[in-house]
């Protein structure tokens, strides 16, 4: 289902998770796709240029030092982000250990960055739905931390809700860190990736 043809022009598929539409565009459940926009911006690619594969997602591919890499935001809304993952990977001829994706995490303390390989979802629906579709855990996962609300706070207004003003430099800060730990993925590997960008996590 998921091998390789003769010719591979994008070699790696970076997914960033989020809810489409711009009533969610800068919440917390968001930050995934902010950061695949932010490594697309940063090459020069306004996310107006992306290609929209209508009702699964809107990708475009970069450059990351010489490998040619898949920027995927689903247009599924979170929790059924499988049914995009999926025919992207098809579309680009690519396995599940080809993608990276990239999402929000409650159980992190907001601030922290944690990359991993192959697992369960931890809770996290958009993720349950991609080990569902593609019927492996076999890919790797850039977890975004935003902390748990306060005690009695739903969860789920939590997600989507934004970034306090005094914390929006502290979360620019953080999406960087993602975006450079997202290519580091690409250009290192992930066991270096790791290395370099699994530290002073908080839980």
């Known amino acids: 289902m998921f091998a390789r043809g003769p010719e591979q022009p994008v070699q790696k598929m970076i997914c ?9 565009a800068n919440t917390r ?6 950061v695949a926009a932010r490594i697309a911006a940063a ?5 107006a240029a992306w290609t929209t594969q209508r009702g699964v997602g809107r990708s475009c591919t ?3 030092e010489g490998t040619p890499v898949a920027l995927v935001q689903p ?7 499988g049914q995009a993952v999926r025919p992207l990977l098809r579309r680009f001829n690519l396995a599940p250990a080809d993608l990276l994706v990239v999402h929000d995490d409650l159980d992190l303390a907001f601030g922290s960055l944690r990359l991993r390989g192959a697992g369960s979802a931890g809770g996290h629906k958009g993720v349950q739905s991609i080990i569902d579709h593609l ?11 935003i902390g748990r609300p306060p005690e009695g706070d739903d969860p789920a207004a939590y997600v989507l809700g934004l970034v306090p003003w005094d914390l929006r430099p502290q979360l620019d800060d953080l999406l960087d860190q993602a975006a450079a730990a997202a290519q580091a993925w690409v250009t290192l590997g992930l066991e270096a990736a790791m290395n370099r960008f699994n530290h002073n996590i908080q839980p």
């Open 16 to 24: 960033g998770l989020g809810n489409p539409g711009p009533s969610y």
């Open 29 to 34: 459940h968001n930050v995934g796709y902010q």
């Open 43 to 47: 090459k020069g690619i306004k996310t």
């Open 62 to 64: 970069v450059d990351i």
């Open 75 to 81: 247009l599924t809304f979170m929790n059924l982000s």
């Open 135 to 145: 019927g492996s855990q076999d890919f790797a996962r850039l977890r975004i931390g």
